[in-house]
């Protein structure tokens, strides 16, 4: 029997469409329309080659099976805006928590927590905030809540949240652990009950005994600037970010210095690749590679990683309206999204504004496939590439 191909799911936010395209080919298997889901929140990686998401339009949540009969397997209601999108290692208990959205402020207090098995899901108020969330198992769940200002990890049993009344009650955390005020980016690593909270000073760790967390030691960047990004690698056992320095002022982004963080969870060692400067943010894991994009006004390009830190870089076509010198690097101007499999050598990597995604061969570097959908892509969309097997799903956060 033959297995399944690869298959890339490609969310044009802005336009409110999702696409499912083999890869490397780019026949399209499915599509949705109407359906804007959050980018913020990403996608969420489930058994079985199933993603989890979110529609901010509509408050749902949405479990994808671009394999099965039907792409769409289950809506659930949530609160929207959807900040940051979680399971416990198993893939049933899942948490949304809410932000910004289109406002400068955070206002919104709302957090969400759905049993995917029954449907069941309740709204709790927390803090109004924009929380990071893990959920954890080995026992019964909890949610782990990421706060800043004061910085803290609140800790929620998932029943006593699912259990609540109606009408969106507050709820008091059922444990906490102080962290600093500067917190971005979250991670958790099943197989040893362990979560992660990227800080200005390192990364931050705790690990479940009952229903609370014990802090450990804090693992350092090894470097002046941070990682506002971190990331589970499921396969290798890593954590991996990308450190941005230089000049705070976002209109001098073109000088940001930018680093790859790896820290082996096995050995504790930790490794720093030079990334060049500009705009790099999140990374894609592939089977043997990690690939990152950097965005800078001389020229884009695609930068793959391998097991023994070799970086190669390759071209990427420009974008009209892509970041220029002068603004910042977010506001009105196109932007790219990457995403690989850890059961698969391509990298995608997409032209917003272009409607394109180019389909890369990591270990070769070439480009093996440039797909034109009829979307634009604007803001660069967000994609997710699985195959049914590739174990991306021991990586429980929304990426």
Known sequence: MTAAPPLLLVSDHVEGSVHVLTVPDGIRTGRLTGRHLSEHAGFLALPGGRAACVDDRRGELLVLNPYGDHLVELTVPVAVPAEHLACDPSGRWVAVTTGLGENTEPWSDLLTVVDLTTGDATRVRTRIDEPGVTVMGHGDPLVVLRHREPGALAVHRFADLLAAPPGCPPVAPHA????????????????????????????????????????????????????????????????????????????????????????????????????????????????????????????????????????????????????????????????????????????????????????????????????????????????????????????????
């Not at 965005?295 to 892509?322: K, N, Q, W």
Request: include cysteine.
């Open 176 to 399: 906490q652990l102080p962290l600093p005020d500067d917190g971005h980016g979250d991670a958790q690593d099943p197989h040893c009950g362990h979560v992660f909270a990227a800080m200005g000073d390192g990364v931050h760790r705790a690990h479940r005994a009952g229903d609370a967390l014990v802090p450990e030691r804090t693992i350092p960047w090894n470097s002046p600037a941070r990682g506002w990004y971190l990331r589970l690698d499921p396969q290798r056992r890593a954590l991996w970010s990308t450190l941005r320095g230089g000049p705070a002022d976002p209109l001098r982004w073109p000088e940001w210095t930018n680093h790859a963080w790896r820290h082996d969870l096995e050995t504790n060692r930790t490794t720093l690749t030079e990334l060049g400067h500009g705009l790099v943010f999140r990374l894609a894991l592939a089977r043997e590679h990690t690939a990152f994009t950097r965005i800078h006004p001389d020229g884009d390009e695609l930068i793959l990683l391998d097991t023994d830190d070799t970086a190669r870089s390759v071209p990427l076509p420009a974008m009209d309206d892509a970041p220029r010198r002068g603004g910042t690097p977010w506001e009105g101007v196109q932007r790219r999204a990457a995403a690989a499999s850890p059961g698969a050598d391509w990298v995608a990597v997409t032209r917003g504004g272009h409607g394109e995604v180019h389909i890369f061969d990591a270990p070769t570097g070439s480009e093996a496939a440039r797909l034109k959908l009829d979307t634009p892509l604007d803001h660069g969309g967000h994609m997710l590439l699985r195959t049914q097997t590739d174990g991306a799903e021991g990586d429980p956060v929304g990426r």
